[in-house]
């Protein structure tokens, strides 16, 4: 596939999306990003029921945002890098099915905030995480001064950030950062095993869970209970609705689409 970004799509549905520069340390830069966006457009065209987001090599899930590339930017060009970085995280946290980080290494900066919009995070031991811009004089900006604190809570989002604390992949899990910590060479089977359960799950209602929760972080209550109740009730007449009950009850085995 496409230059710094590979994909490989499974017979269970699985895509894995590599971000494949690790003499850079997955660094992502700006054609990376394109990379990606066109990659989760393949994958979603080719109907993925679960992707796995990793770094190639054994160092880097990604070093963070292109260092080199973004140091002599104009406030202009920051911006339209910064809205790369959101147009990728966004696609990812939309994609209409789970997306799983598979954490093989550093995910500083802007390789978090990818971390961040994906559904579930599995680390190696060997992970370091970081949101690490303020040592450079920035703050981070493809999401995580708004995704960090929904997910690790105010008064460590902050710490984070302020000081550009790397932590070790078990004092991320210990704050949420991270749902699990995996021995290093155990990376890969693991998470191919949670997303091949995954796939085997009914596709249409994953989608919608997925929808539904992210609206809880982007709307009141009020809308985000309307949402889910429209959302619950369209569900009703689909084949795996239909399956997943009819199997109940008849004290069988489901077989969703
Ligand atoms: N952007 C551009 N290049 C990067 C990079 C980044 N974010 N992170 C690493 N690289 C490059 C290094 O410049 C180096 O290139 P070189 O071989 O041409 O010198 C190569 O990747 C390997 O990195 P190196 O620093 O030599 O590896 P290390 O094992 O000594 O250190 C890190 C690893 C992750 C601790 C260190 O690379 C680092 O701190 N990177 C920057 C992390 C960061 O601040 N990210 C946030 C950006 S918003």
Redesign the pocket.
């Known amino acids: 596939m496409t230059g710094p970004v590979t994909v490989a799509v499974d017979d269970d549905g699985v895509a894995t999306v590599t971000i494949d520069r690790p ?3 997955n ?1 992502l830069s700006s054609a990376t990003l394109e990379a990606l966006l066109d990659v989760l457009d393949e994958a979603e065209a080719a109907d993925a029921r679960v992707l796995v987001l990793t770094g190639a090599g054994e ?2 899930f990604a ?7 973004m140091a002599e930017f104009s406030t202009p060009e920051a911006h339209a890098y910064a809205s790369l970085g959101h147009d990728v995280t966004r696609a990812i946290e939309t994609f209409p099915a789970p997306v799983v980080a598979a954490i093989n290494g ?1 995910a ?4 978090l905030e990818l971390a961040l919009a994906c559904d579930l995070r599995v680390a190696s031991e060997r992970a ?1 995480l970081g949101q ?2 303020t ?2 004089g ?1 703050i981070p900006g493809w999401g995580g001064t708004q995704r960090l604190p929904r997910l690790v809570g105010d008064e460590t989002a902050r710490r984070l950030v302020y000081f550009g604390e790397r932590v070790d992949a078990q004092d991320a899990h210990e704050f949420g950062l991270v749902g699990e910590v995996v021995a290093h060479d155990e990376l890969d089977g693991h998470v191919a095993d949670l997303a091949s359960d995954l796939a085997a799950r009914p596709r249409v209602a994953l989608a919608a869970a997925k929808e539904a929760i992210t609206q809880s972080h982007e709307t009141d209550l009020g809308a985000g209970l309307d949402f889910e109740r429209r959302t619950w009730a369209s569900l009703f007449g689909t084949h795996d609705q239909r399956e997943g009950m009819r199997a109940f009850l008849e004290e069988r085995d489901p077989s969703f689409e």
């Open positions: 003499d850079r340390l660094a160092d880097a070093a963070g945002a292109d260092i080199e590339e550093y500083l900066g802007g390789g370091v690490t811009e040592d450079l920035i």
